[in-house]
Structures are given as C-alpha cells and as structure tokens.
C-alpha cells in the first residue's frame, strides 16, 4: 500500500585574494550579458540583478550559531565590523567590496537562491530543509567544527513504544492503519516526510511545529517527533528517546555559496577563495602547537635521526632543523641545532618527554593561527563543480 503523507503547513521556498595559491580564472558576464542571458533563455532579466556589483555575504542573525560565527571569522582575521548592533548590515575590512547582511539561518538559503545574497554560513540541516536539493547551492566547505547536531526521530519511553527501539520496528507496529497513522510532528515539512517515505514506512502523516516539540507526545497530539538533537538531555528529560535507524540528518555550520553568483558576479569567486583558504588554514591549525627547542649534535642528520625515532615528533612532513651559533674559545661553533616541529597540542606533553629524552632543551610552546598548505582539495572540488 502506498504511504500516506498529510502535511499541516508547507514552506514556500522563494525562487530561485591576499592568499592565491595559484592564478584562476572564470566567465564573468557583463550586465548586458546578463541580461541578454535572461532573455534568451526566456526568464527574468532582473534575475541575476547584474546592476549589483558588491557581494553579500550572509550570516546568522542571532543565537550560538550567530555568536561561534563572528568567532570562527575573528579567529581566521575576519573580523565583521557593525557599527551599530541593531543594523542587519556590516563589513569585513580585510574584504573589499563585502557586505554582511545578518539574517534568519532559513532567509540565508532563500535569498542564496533568490539571487539576494552570494555566499553564506549556515547549518547543514537548514541549507538541506530550504534548499531540498536545489543545485545552484554549493556547500564550499562542511565541516566548520560548530554547530554539531543532528536531525532524529524521536519516541516515547513509555506506553507502546517501551520496548520500540529501532526504526524498523517501529515501522512493523500494527497500531498504524490508514485511519490511524503514525503522527509525527516536526518544523522539517520537507526532510521529514522525505526521510521517512525513503525508508518505505507506511501509514503516517505530518503535522508542522515551532519550538518545544518534545511536548506533543506527552499532550497527545503526535505519536513521535523529528528534531534537532545535541547532547539529547532535552529528550531524556521529556521521557523521549532516540532509535536506531531514525536519524535523518547529521549537521554543522558549512560555507555555502550561490553557484550561479560564483559564475556571474564579478568578485564572489575571488572572496570565496580567500574565505575558504582562510577558513581552511585556521582550522588546520586548531589543536595544533609549534614546539621549538635546542639540541647538541654532531650534524643536522643526527639530529633528525633522534628526533624521528620518536613517534609523536615527525610533524607535518617532518622536524626543521638550524645551526645554533655560539662563540666558544673565540670561535664560532655550531654545537647545537634549533628543533622546529609541529605536535597536536593533546599529545604536548608526551611530545616534550620525548624531546628531553634525547637531548631536548629550552623548550618553547606557540599556539598556531594558520597552516597554509597548497591548493586545497575544496577549492579544487569548487572549480570543477563549476566547469573551471
């Protein structure tokens, strides 16, 4: 039998480098381009707004996402400048030719698509709930490291779904008939239904929701929900748990863009790729320290040989080493060599056992900002998915 799906209310979706690793280049349509684009292809003109020439970058108006945003951007040099907090327009000084326009993470997605905003950090699960799959969003890079959750079915503890602990079963009760469906309430009208139809689930029907979800099976009014979950202490404090088999969407803060701004409007491509390179580096860096020290020996070689038998020193291709210059009978001599070496700072201590234990002296610790390595395989990733 076919599953029934009823939805309470549907979304309406609205329409649709101070760093360069390499020289790129990339189609830029002019206005009448633009336009004569459009017109061709027998849609509106006024589409790709060609007349705009700053690029808008949006991000998350209010919240912890709004706040660990600013504070990814302040840490990779980013800082966003808004003269007054009540104003929904601000600038990054280091990006010319930047607007940053705060938004509702849903509004985000929506004007990406709209034409309304070029590029965007937002959560996952939004960009999947108000973009369902439209391919002119570009998820640049995905794991921004906040904003961690994850989209789950959640049912009662207790009653009929006790001993229910997979999606599965769940599926296999027999409470559920055409007249009496599975009732799932959930602010996701679209990955929802979407999800559960994907699983060949029968019998349910959809109701949408605002906040305080996990409420409605205690008052009778849904079977179940389908919510973003963290820690899952509000579920287990509401008599909720999660099953196996029912989470429909695992989530972060991402980098997204409009493929179609990447395409057309001049500028967008470039600061995508100063963001992303940015953005890249800092977070190679995070957990990263530089650890510097002192060490005799007969010749750099040694040196290294003592240094790579010890399994937490090999850094990220390998120790650098230098000649420590000192005087001595009134000769220059180069006795010792400086030890440079990058270490997870969770393993620091073991590595600094390891570094006294051959020799190692004057130990110094700095935390690192950046890693710049070559041409990320994002960037790369990015230039193909938009023919260049």
Request: with cysteine; aromatic share 8%; net charge neutral.
């Amino acid at each position: 039998m076919a599953a029934s799906f009823e939805l309470g209310v549907f979304f309406q979706v609205w329409p649709s480098s101070p760093f360069p690793s390499r020289p790129f280049s990339r189609p830029f349509l002019s206005s009448h381009a633009c336009r004569a684009a459009a017109s061709s292809s027998g849609g509106d003109p006024e589409a790709l707004q060609p007349e705009r020439t700053v690029v808008r970058f949006g991000l998350p108006s209010k919240g912890r996402m709004a706040d660990e945003t600013l504070s990814l951007l302040k840490n990779c040099q980013l800082s966003v400048r808004q003269v007054n907090p009540r104003q929904y327009v601000a600038d990054i000084p280091q990006l010319s030719n930047l607007e940053v326009w705060f938004q509702r993470p849903k509004d985000i997605v929506r004007k990406l698509q709209s034409g309304d905003l070029d590029i965007g950090i937002v959560g996952f699960d939004t960009v999947s709930e108000y973009g369902q799959g439209n391919e002119d969003l570009i998820v640049v890079h995905d794991t921004l490291e906040y904003g961690a959750c994850r989209l789950s079915l959640a049912i009662p503890k207790y009653g009929i779904f006790e001993n229910i602990n997979s999606l599965h079963e769940l599926a296999q009760m027999p409470q559920w008939t055409t007249e009496r469906p599975l009732r799932i309430v959930t602010g996701f009208s679209y990955l929802g239904p979407k999800f559960l139809k994907e699983k060949g689930l029968e019998y349910v029907s959809f109701s949408t929701a605002d906040g305080a979800l996990e409420a409605a099976p205690a008052m009778g009014i849904a079977d179940a929900i389908i919510d973003l979950v963290s820690s899952g202490m509000t579920l287990r404090e509401n008599d909720l748990k999660e099953i196996e088999g029912g989470v429909v969407l695992a989530s972060q803060a991402v980098f997204v863009a409009s493929k179609r701004s990447l395409n057309t409007r001049e500028g967008v491509l470039e600061i995508t790729h100063e963001i992303l390179e940015r953005l890249e580096a800092h977070l190679r860096a995070t957990g990263q320290v530089t650890v510097v020290a002192n060490m005799r020996g007969n010749s750099a070689k040694e040196v290294a040989e003592r240094i790579l038998s010890q399994t937490s020193l090999s850094g990220l291709q390998g120790p650098t080493l230098s000649p420590v210059y000192c005087k001595r009978d009134g000769k220059v001599v180069a006795d010792y060599y400086a030890i440079v070496v990058c270490v997870p700072q969770k393993s620091l201590y073991k590595s600094v056992q390891q570094l006294r234990s051959i020799g190692g002296s004057g130990v110094l610790v700095s935390d690192l900002t950046y890693i710049f390595e070559e041409e990320t395989p994002r960037w790369r990733k990015l230039l193909s998915q938009l023919g260049l």
